[in-house]
């Protein structure tokens, strides 16, 4: 696999110019990964790449970390895909717009890939989801419309991007060592003022600010949503949310039911959940017009106002969630 750094060259890069070079690619019929560093610009350039290639027999398609697993593996199995007997992938027209979440763990083996740089080992990682399988050469080109400090601002690793020449040399070298000995060097001095604060903070009995600063790992910050609406499987099937709901109830009050009895009808209804789960960001859910809680999912009525690419009213693995229009609740009517 190649890489090319020539689109950083570019200090006035654009979208445009993005979408430019993207399209010489799709004109070839090209298997096209899209990787963006916010979703924002994941939103945008999807709505576009779809308008622009669904006419001409191209797959468009949208990862995102709040992308439900239904959605996620009914994507997946569309590009891994083979045609019968053969090696050969049965859809070569797939162009795949996604964030962070496409960096690694993503089996998946596409041709051609373009991603805004981030820290230097998850571009490389990137670069794992290009032509994986080593059936022809492929390339990934690199290029800026999103400033990664603005993403990863508190990780030291980002103070050294593709944009240098010396971390151009290290991936196309994989030798990383030379970048983690500079990170480490930056955190060895960190650390040093940061033990004096925790030695301080004990001494005076400041727990709580002990506890933050040693602190792994951060509270999640996603909350779940459960889409009360219907969906309509590939089959035709019709699941109504909301019929689901009082009968999952109607077991769990189910006195004449063991309690083994019971757990076992009642985790039959997570399949059907993981239909109309979706997960949004903490700092917008406050935004979110919910009708109440049940469980750990919070509930969204008449939720299919806020999907695109409906079939009869049902939603279904092809429709959108318009995010922005959700954020905004009923206001946006």
Do not use: H
Not at 186 to 212: H, Q
């Amino acid at each position: 696999m190649n890489v090319d750094f020539s689109l950083l060259d570019n200090e006035d890069f654009s979208e445009q110019a993005l979408l430019d070079k993207v399209d010489e690619f799709a004109k070839k019929g090209k298997r096209i990964l899209i990787g963006t560093i916010t979703t924002k610009t994941c939103d945008k350039i999807f709505d576009i790449m779809d308008k622009k290639y669904r006419d001409e027999g191209y797959e468009v398609y949208k990862l995102q970390g709040r992308t439900e697993m239904v959605k996620k593996n009914y994507i997946i199995g569309r590009i891994k895909e083979k045609v019968i007997g053969k090696e050969d992938y049965l859809r070569k027209k797939i162009i795949l717009v996604a964030t962070q979440c496409c960096e690694a763990g993503l089996d998946i083996d596409m041709e051609i890939g373009f991603k805004n740089i981030a820290i230097p080992d998850a571009d490389e990682q990137f670069c794992g989801r290009i032509e994986r399988n080593f059936r022809n050469k492929g390339i990934v080109y690199f290029f800026k419309l999103d400033d990664p400090y603005e993403i990863y601002k508190e990780d030291f690793r980002v103070e050294k991007t593709l944009e240098e020449l010396e971390m151009q040399k290290i991936l196309v070298s994989k030798d990383f060592d030379k970048l983690y000995s500079k990170v480490y060097d930056r955190l060895i001095l960190f650390e040093k003022g940061s033990y004096n604060n925790i030695l301080d903070n004990a001494s005076n009995l400041n727990y709580a600010s002990v506890w933050d600063d040693m602190k792994l790992i951060d509270d999640d910050d996603n909350v779940k949503l459960l889409m009360l609406c219907r969906y309509k499987t590939e089959n035709g099937v019709i699941i109504n949310m909301k019929d689901e709901l009082e009968k999952y109830n109607s077991i769990r009050c189910d006195s004449s039911l063991g309690y083994s009895e019971k757990e076992i009808f009642l985790s039959r209804f997570k399949k059907i959940f993981d239909l109309f789960t979706y997960t949004v960001n903490r700092w917008d859910f406050d935004k979110i017009d919910t009708s109440g809680r049940f469980g750990v999912y919070n509930l969204v009525e008449d939720a299919e106002m806020y999907f695109s690419n409906l079939d009869g009213g049902c939603i279904t693995v092809k429709s959108e969630l318009d995010y922005e229009q959700l954020i905004q609740g009923r206001l946006f009517y």
